[in-house]
C-alpha cells in the first residue's frame, strides 16, 4: 500500500518553532508502520490557513490522489487537511471516488473500512450540528438584545452605518 502523508501550520509562527509540524509528521510515520505502508512522501505546508482547499500543497496531494499514485493519506488530525465540514465531505468524497482511504491518526479514524466511514459521517453530522446550534443561540441572544433595546453587533459597524446616515 502506498501512503503519503499531510501535515500543516497555520501560522508562520508554528512554522518558525517546526514543533508541530515535526509532531504531526513523527506521527504520520507511526501510523504508516502500523498500517504497513510504504511512505510516499509526506507533503507539509507551513503557514497555511485551512480556511479553503486552495493551498499549494493540499492540490499537490490532490493531483497525487487524482493520478492513481496514492491508495492512503494519512494525517496526524482531521482539522490540519480541513476546517469545514463541507471541505472535508469534498475531500472524503474525492478520496472515495478515487479508492483513497483517509486515516487520522488522532481520531482513530481509517475510511478504508465500513466502520470508519460510518464513524466519520457521525462526527461530520454532529459537526455540522454543532456550527448550525451555535448559529441558532447566537442569534437568538441578538434577538433577545434587541428586543430589550440593547446595541448588539460591532460598534464601528453601527458608528459608520450613523455617519452615513442609517
Same mark, same amino acid.
Given at each position: 500500500?502506498?501512503?503519503?502523508?499531510?501535515?500543516?501550520?497555520?501560522?508562520?509562527?508554528?512554522?518558525?518553532?517546526?514543533?508541530?509540524?515535526?509532531?504531526?509528521?513523527?506521527?504520520?510515520?507511526?501510523?504508516?508502520?502500523?498500517?504497513?505502508?510504504?511512505?510516499?512522501?509526506?507533503?507539509?505546508?507551513?503557514?497555511?490557513?485551512?480556511?479553503? &482547499?486552495?493551498?499549494?500543497?493540499?492540490? *499537490?496531494?490532490? %493531483? =497525487? $490522489?487524482?493520478?492513481? @499514485?496514492?491508495?492512503?493519506?494519512?494525517? /496526524?488530525?482531521?482539522?490540519?487537511?480541513?476546517?469545514?465540514?463541507?471541505?472535508?465531505?469534498? &475531500?472524503?468524497?474525492?478520496?472515495?471516488? *478515487?479508492?483513497? %482511504? =483517509? $486515516?487520522?491518526?488522532? @481520531?482513530?479514524?481509517?475510511?478504508?473500512? /465500513?466502520?470508519?466511514?460510518?464513524?466519520?459521517?457521525?462526527?461530520?453530522?454532529?459537526?455540522?450540528?454543532?456550527?448550525?446550534?451555535?448559529?441558532?443561540?447566537?442569534?437568538?441572544?441578538?434577538?433577545?438584545?434587541?428586543?430589550?433595546?440593547?446595541?448588539?453587533?460591532?460598534?464601528?459597524?453601527?458608528?459608520?452605518?450613523?455617519?452615513?446616515?442609517?
Amino acid at each position: 500500500m502506498r501512503a503519503i502523508g499531510y501535515a500543516r501550520v497555520s501560522t508562520d509562527k508554528q512554522a518558525d518553532r517546526g514543533v508541530s509540524l515535526e509532531a504531526q509528521t513523527e506521527k504520520i510515520r507511526a501510523m504508516t508502520l502500523v498500517h504497513g505502508a510504504e511512505i510516499a512522501d509526506i507533503i507539509v505546508e507551513a503557514g497555511e490557513s485551512a480556511q479553503s &482547499l486552495n493551498r499549494p500543497g493540499l492540490q *499537490r496531494l490532490l %493531483a =497525487l $490522489v487524482d493520478a492513481g @499514485e496514492v491508495q492512503t493519506v494519512i494525517v /496526524a488530525k482531521l482539522d490540519r487537511l480541513a476546517r469545514s465540514v463541507k471541505d472535508l465531505c469534498e &475531500l472524503l468524497e474525492r478520496f472515495e471516488r *478515487r479508492g483513497v %482511504a =483517509l $486515516v487520522s491518526v488522532a @481520531e482513530s479514524l481509517d475510511t478504508g473500512s /465500513a466502520a470508519g466511514r460510518l464513524v466519520l459521517n457521525i462526527m461530520t453530522a454532529v459537526s455540522q450540528w454543532e456550527r448550525e446550534a451555535i448559529g441558532e443561540r447566537t442569534r437568538d441572544a441578538l434577538s433577545h438584545k434587541r428586543s430589550r433595546g440593547e446595541r448588539v453587533g460591532n460598534i464601528e459597524h453601527a458608528r459608520l452605518a450613523h455617519a452615513k446616515g442609517f
